[in-house]
């Protein structure tokens, strides 16, 4: 069974930091890439953040390279995304998501390979 739950999500300052959490299946961590996505108030969905099986592979959107950080931690079928260094452009609704047609992560995200969905977790960035 396939599912995911992001956690983590609030409010913080510029410059700040906050760590989402997407709980998901040891059957998704070990045959799928999983990624990050973001939506902003009026625009539409874009890629953050993958990682593929066993970490073998990252991909991060070049706005935030750097800042981001894509993990997972296998014993408690959890992927996490450290966020520092935040800005108010990262305010977002923040979905982890099963992309099944992969395992590995490319150097461009194709939406709809991702398949599953969690329910978002909200990113607001202000002064």
């Known amino acids: 069974q396939v599912q995911f739950v992001e956690s983590g999500g609030g409010q913080v300052q510029p410059g700040g930091s906050l760590r989402l959490s997407c709980r998901t299946s040891?059957?998704?961590?070990?045959?799928?890439?999983i990624g990050w996505f973001r939506q902003a108030p009026g625009k539409g969905r874009e890629a953050v953040a993958c990682?593929?099986?066993?970490?073998?592979?990252?991909y991060y959107q070049d706005s935030v390279k750097g800042r981001f950080t894509i993990s997972g931690d296998k014993a408690n079928n959890v992927v996490y995304l450290q966020m520092n260094s935040l800005k108010p452009e990262d305010t977002a609704v923040y979905y982890c998501a099963a992309n099944t047609m992969r395992v590995r992560c490319m150097s461009t995200q194709i939406q709809h390979e991702y398949n599953y969905w969690g329910q978002g977790t909200q990113v607001t960035v202000s002064s």
């Open positions: 040891e059957f998704a961590l070990n045959y799928y890439a």
């Open positions: 990682i593929g099986t066993s970490g073998a592979t990252t």
